[in-house]
């Protein structure tokens, strides 16, 4: 009886076509910058395939299901957290990184990295955690993303961190506008083009789920939305398209269709500059006079207004201020308590204290803390009835 061998594909041959399928602008796996503690390779997977699981199996990764983005957990179980909001960039990402012939990998471990280090309670407890640590480097939490990857996480013995490839951790860090690490900011003005979709990624993906649940909420009403030109538009194809149809596939139809049109321009757009910038290798990406990925001048006047919108109507709406409100005094409070009397951290928080300063550990503890933790760990320390 014969015995049938399946074809197997390895990494070097993944690699090899990696050179005929990716753009010359494209960061290829085999080109990698390499970890900064040296591993060897895997078989069967790439570098960025390896960087990508990495993040997926984290505890960090799988706390962001109890992260949310503007509403506390409680508030209701179909609103966007954390996990769902990075699960919907790295989508985006890799539809665009597929049509730019970008690598794919490499733009969804950006994506769903991006926002490892964010705090509990969205995007109030960055402002409040920033508040907090003024006095000591500040916060913010894509170097706190970064941190996590190379210090927080604990899952191998022969280094701490994930140990993820240079480009992954750079597009991690330059997600955020200003940056200061030593290992990137000195030497190119731009991450890869991978890292740049990953970010206007994330732009069309949050702006487009907080009118959904914006809606969902109440928060907005269809006649608020008028006057927003992108929405209008889209709103208005939809309805004439659906006529008929109940108000609620509307609104989703909608939505989807924002989302095409956003990410159509993007790729539209970036494909654009590339050809107008004479964009031609890695290198070019990184030393140009500009970010090569964007929106046309049209787009983004409309996405800029679109987020002027929600700025005013959803995350200024009392609903909004007063849980952002409620969550700060939680994390103010811990934090001070933390600092007054260290014996009340964990023990396996409080051993950090050997590496680490009080207000980085404590920082950290906070930072790495679901909606549902913090609230209870408040619990644990203010309320007299509360078994601790």
């Not at 701490?160 to 330059?174: D, Q, S, V």
């Not at 008028?226 to 149809?245: I, M, S």
């Amino acid at each position: 009886m014969a015995i049938l061998t399946l074809p197997m594909l390895t990494r070097q041959e993944y690699e090899t076509s990696e050179a005929q399928r990716l753009a010359p602008y494209a960061v290829h796996s085999g080109a990698s910058r390499g970890r900064k503690f040296p591993e060897p390779e895997h078989p069967y997977r790439t570098a960025f395939q390896r960087d990508r699981d990495r993040i997926v199996h984290s505890s960090a990764f799988r706390r962001l299901e109890y992260k949310t983005q503007v509403f506390v957990y409680h508030e209701g179980d179909y609103y966007r957290t954390r996990l769902t909001h990075s699960m919907e960039v790295a989508q985006i990402s890799r539809t665009i990184a597929r049509v730019l012939r970008l690598n794919e990998e490499l733009a969804e471990t950006v994506a769903l990295s991006h926002d490892l280090g964010h705090t509990p309670f969205g995007h109030c407890g960055e402002r409040v955690m920033a508040e907090l640590m003024k006095e000591f480097g500040g916060f913010e939490h894509n170097r706190q993303s970064l941190r996590v990857v190379e210090v927080l996480e604990h899952r191998y013995p022969n280094f701490p961190g994930l140990n993820l490839t240079w480009e992954a951790r750079e597009g991690i860090l330059m997600h955020a506008p200003v940056h200061d690490h030593p290992d990137f900011s000195a030497t190119h003005a731009h991450p890869s083009l991978e890292a740049q979709i990953a970010d206007l990624a994330d732009e069309i993906a949050y702006n487009n789920h907080d009118i959904d649940d914006g809606l969902k909420s109440n928060l907005l009403t269809l006649e608020q939305l008028e006057e927003v030109e992108l929405w209008q538009e889209a709103y208005r194809a939809t309805f004439d398209a659906l006529l008929g149809q109940p108000p609620r596939v509307i609104q989703h139809q909608t939505v989807r269709r924002l989302i095409n049109e956003l990410t159509t321009d993007l790729v539209e757009e970036t494909a654009h500059r590339i050809v107008v910038d004479g964009v031609e290798t890695v290198d070019d990406v990184r030393g140009a006079s500009r970010r090569i990925a964007g929106f046309s001048p049209e787009m983004q006047s409309k996405a800029q207004c679109l987020k002027e919108f929600l700025y005013r109507n959803m995350y200024q709406h009392f609903r909004v201020v007063r849980m952002g409100e409620k969550a700060g005094r939680i994390l103010r409070q811990l934090f001070e308590a933390y600092i007054a009397n260290p014996e009340q951290l964990p023990p396996n928080i409080k051993q950090r204290l050997e590496e680490d300063a009080l207000h980085t550990v404590v920082c950290d503890y906070l930072a790495g803390m679901t909606d549902r933790y913090a609230l209870e760990e408040y619990k644990k320390l203010f309320d007299p009835f509360e078994r601790v």
